[in-house]
């Protein structure tokens, strides 16, 4: 749902689309990787090549190899993996905290909510 361009989050994951010529997107997954939301999150992002926050549940993806093969930038909420004790498992994933996460999704010019 998108109230004032901001994302409310009525599903498990939502899409931020870009209006950059590239026709990028943003992914915010927020379940975990053992749920067929989760997955189907990811399984958006890899398909369309976009950038993918992981948040709540949804930093488990950044254990192992769980998004090997992964195109796009993966971000992570670094609230999130502090809270599950993540820290120093993250590789690969470029950190931010909620206000990054915010700035991040009012550059965009439509957000579309995904359940």
């Known amino acids: 749902m998108v109230i004032g361009g901001m994302v409310t989050f009525c599903g498990t994951f939502c899409i931020a ?11 915010l997954i927020k379940s975990a990787p053992d749920t067929p939301e989760g997955k189907r999150g990811l399984e958006m992002a890899r398909d369309m090549s976009a950038d993918v926050i992981f948040l709540q549940d949804g930093v488990y993806f950044c254990l192992d190899e769980m ?3 992964f195109c796009g930038t993966a971000y992570a909420v670094i609230e999130d ?10 590789r690969s994933i470029r950190i931010i905290d909620w206000d990054k996460m915010i700035d991040m999704m009012e550059e965009e010019d ?3 909510g995904a359940f």
């Open 110 to 112: 439509k957000v579309v």
């Open 81 to 90: 993996v502090e809270l599950r004790g993540m820290q120093d498992a993250m």
């Open 67 to 69: 998004i090997e093969g």
């Open 17 to 27: 689309l870009r209006q950059r010529g590239d026709y990028g997107m943003i992914v």
